[in-house]
C-alpha cells in the first residue's frame, strides 16, 4: 500500500485539528469551567501566526526574484509573453473583480463582530481619499527594500523582487553569483515554510477554539455562507467568463472548450496542483483543441507558475469575509489594495509551499487584518483549493487557446512557378 504523502499527512492534522477544535469550542462557549482552559492553549495560536510573520516576507522576495530569473532573458522572449502576460493579468483582475463584487453584496461575514484581536491595528487608510491613496501605494510600492521588509510594506517587496529578477534575467556570468544566491535563500525558505507548517494544526487548533468559544455557531454559519460566496465566484468565472474569453477572443465555442478541458479539470480537482496535472494540460490540449506544441509548450507551464485566477479569487474573497466577521469596514481604496495584492500575490504562489495560507497572510497584513482570522476559513480550504485550482487550471487552458489565435501563422512556403 502507498505511503500517504507528506501534503496530505499534513492535511489530515488540520482537519483532526479543527475536528476538536469545533465542539470543544462549542463546550467553551456555554461552559465557563471549560472557556478557563483556553488561555493555557491561546498560546499556540500566537506562536503560529508569529512564525508566519517570520517567514512571510523573505519567502515571497526569495519567490519572486527566482521566478522571473527562471524565464529567461526577458528582453528576447518575444511578443508571446507579452500577450501571454496580458491575458493572465486581465483574467486574474476580473476573477478578482467578481469576488470582491459578489463578497460585498452578499456580506458573509456580517453578524459575526469578532472584534479587533488586541495588537492587530485598524487598517490605516480609512479617511485618505482615493487620490491619496494611490499617492500612498505609489510611495510605498517603489520604496527601500530593506525598509519594505521591516515595515511590512508587501507591494513593495513584490515589487522590488520582480525588477531584481528582471534585470538578473539580463546579466551574463557576472550575476551568477547573486542568482545562486536567491536560488539558495528560495530553497532554504521553503525548507523553514516546511517546518513552520508542522506546527499549523496546532496553531489551527488554538485559533479555531478561540474562534469558536467567543462566537458559538455563529461562526460556523458565517463559515458557511463564506464557502458559498467562494464556490459560486469560482463557477461564474470558470463556466462564464473563461469559456465566454474563449470564444469571443480564441474562436473556440464553450462547449468544445470544456469538454477539451474535462480531464485535466478532473485530475485537477482530485490532486490540488496544478503543477501535478501539466502533462495531461498539454497533452490534451494539444490533441482536443488544436494548440500548437509552441504555444501550449510555453503557455501552460508559464501558467501553472504564474496564472491563478482561482487563488486569486479566493484570497479577495477570504480576506473582505475575515474584515467582515471582524467588524472592520474596508474602504474602496483599500478593496483596491486588497486586488492588487491578490493579483500580484497569486503570481508567486505556486512556487511557495502552503500556498494559500502564505499568500493569505500578505493580503491580511498588506489592509491590517487580524492573521487570527485565517483559522476562520481553514477548516474549509482543501475542497475550495480543489475548486480552485480547476480554475486556476481552466485558465491556463483559455490563454493557450487564445494566444493560439493571436499568434501569427507561419509563413508557408511560396508556391513554386
Known sequence: MAESSPDNKLTLRIFIAMVLAIPLGLLAHSSEAVAGLIPYVSWLGTLFRQMLLLIIYPLVLASMVTGVVSLGDIRH????????????????????????????????GQGVDLGVTAGAAAPELAHQSFGEFFLAMLKNTLKNPFSSMASGDVLGIITFGLLLGAVLSTMGDEAKPLRALFESLNAAMMKLT???????????????LQVVASQGVDALYAVGRYVVVVVVGLL?????????????????????????????????????????????????TERELGVSPKVAGFVLPLGATVNMNGTALYEAVAAMFIAQAYGIQLDLGQQVLIFITATLAAVGAAGIPSAGLITMSLVLNAVGLPLEGIALILAVDRVLDMLRT???VFGDITGAVVLQRWEAPEPSAAPSS
Open 77 to 108: 522572449v518575444g511578443g508571446l509573453v507579452g500577450r501571454c502576460a496580458a491575458f493572465f493579468a486581465a483574467t486574474t483582475g476580473i476573477a478578482v473583480v467578481i469576488g470582491l463584487v459578489l463578497v460585498n453584496v452578499l456580506q458573509p
Open 194 to 208: 516546511d517546518w513552520v507548517m508542522q506546527i499549523a494544526p496546532l496553531g489551527v487548533f488554538a485559533l479555531l
Open 236 to 284: 461564474l468565472h470558470g463556466l462564464l467568463v473563461l469559456p465566454t474569453l474563449g470564444w469571443t477572443l480564441g474562436g473556440v465555442s464553450p462547449l468544445r472548450l470544456l469538454r477539451g478541458a474535462r480531464t485535466p479539470l478532473a485530475i485537477s480537482f482530485s490532486t490540488a496542483s496544478s503543477s501535478a496535472t501539466l502533462p495531461v494540460t498539454i497533452e490534451m
Open 390 to 392: 480547476s480554475v486556476n
